[in-house]
């Protein structure tokens, strides 16, 4: 019975954590919600790094709501283990001491050498009952592209790709592939994703914009535009009147030259500019290179109905290294084209 | 009311009609149903080309039933026209005529011009009510191959294809691209094609049965295994040894040498053969050229949750001159594929 309980205030604490997709880079989307007696006395989520936690939120909505007086006592669900180290924000886990509550329940563990647990500890000690790892399954999943990061150094990279059932990637006249349907789809991933990368020849020949436009959700006033970061073997061949150097956005626009290792590049767009989830939005010879390369988390692919398109393979060439195999999490039907989300192992 | 009581009949008609899928060849499948007072009096369906159809398989049943004495007044549900030109089972209409039914309730319209409605004045000029054209869109989707085989004179062709997510055909080590879930799919179209092609390097690469074996059915007792049809630049690169020449079923097996028009092949298949339904298990070459020729109806994809196959494209090669337009009708997850079947426009 308690389990069920607690399980229901941890889906509603991850609808909270949801709302801060795309805009905590490179921390974590977190929630947190208060409740005594079956009644929220508080909510918040983690909205932009260097900003307060979500527990903090929490704790501050249960002021401002004029509840702050019942928190000794009350129970704070949270998806994300309590930090228990200060950073810019100072540890979550000393204001819940402080606070005097009676119960923490939280969803995922904290990766993260400093905590891995160390909250249960601190908490107890002082009589706080603590129930790690409810709807952990759920909880990991929202925050798997920002372990990654925490564990290697580098974004989790997703492969966009839109393909003819033949598996090609251009249409005569350069007709649009995708469906109105999956191009909102799309930009609902962009509003998701810190950065789109794209090459050199991408550049040339389409001229993207890269930007996040007419999307399923609407997007959080935080949420500035994804990087958008261009890889090319020549700087001198990109068109300098190209949108992503002369737009609104000029400034999120990064370019490297003759990338050799692209796990330098990675790890940059991680550690420099806070990317945690980076989406691969570039043509089949440099997607084929993240594939070799084994840089490929997720895989999103929308497959519209057309057979006979054009010679350009999603994965030109001949066999990969590596043959990956793909996880299915999502096949969604959209109009007239479908959608097929997954991860590559 | 009445319309809604006709409908359910015509739906229970149509279930007998998909009994004879596989079997009718170059016959229509069709179901018929007798019913007085919400009552059956018989049923039956077509099975075999030369046997009795379904209305007087329906007829034949209320009869051994004890309910012949019932039928005049009674209502015939049947999911084509009754034939009105006698051919080697006497036409439909005159028994219809002969048992005195009062209602005659059918679905598609025969395309024969022999027929084309004709019925209708028959079965009118003697007091039987004629409601035509209930359920029509259900009806003729269960047609839909013999309109096409009666109108054009040559077979509804449909394209078996089973790719990984990247649009290619061929694996390492020749492992299957398919789980088992899709092969007994594939064996289930098997089952109700009337013949299976392949082109010559099929043959030498892969050595197929192109047998049905497992499906998804029982397969009637009255199913002859498909006709195995090879078009090759050079019968003698053919092994003689190949199961299609040597296994029990060696006789159900057609080879045709360098084919110039795929036209006049299609037409010996249905008009000598009686092939309605043909299916093409053929690699992407020759795939590529029924589709250059503008002959494939139908499309039938497994994607299987691979990405870094091999070089082998489905359709390969530069644009096709039209590219065709796919119309989804199914969308199947078959264990960890999944299948995208329709119509090629």
Redesign the interface.
Known sequence: MQEQVDQQWMQHALQLARLGLGTTSPNPPVGAVIVFNGQVLGEGFHEVAGEAHAERRAIDDAYARGNGHLLPGATIYVTLEPCSSTGRTGACTDAIIKERFARVVYGSTDPDMRHQGRADALLRVEGIEVCPGVCKDACDRLLRSWFHAVQTGRPWVTAKVA??????MT??QKFWLSGVDTLRYAHQLRLESDAILVGGNTLRTDDPALTVRNPLQTPSPRKQQPWRVVLTTNLLSLPPMAKLFTDEHHKRTLVWENVKDLRVILNELYTRYGVVNLMLECGGRLLRRF?EDGLVNE?M?S?S???????D???P????P???????EE?I?CG?D?I?R?I?G
Chains 1, 2 share one sequence.
């Open positions: 393909t003819t059932l033949d598996g090609r249409r005569r594939l895989w692919q497959i109905p057309m057979v006979g398109a054009g010679p393979s999603v994965v060439g001949d066999f990969l590596n043959e990956f195999i793909f996880q299915r096949l039907e007239r479908i097929i997954g590559l």
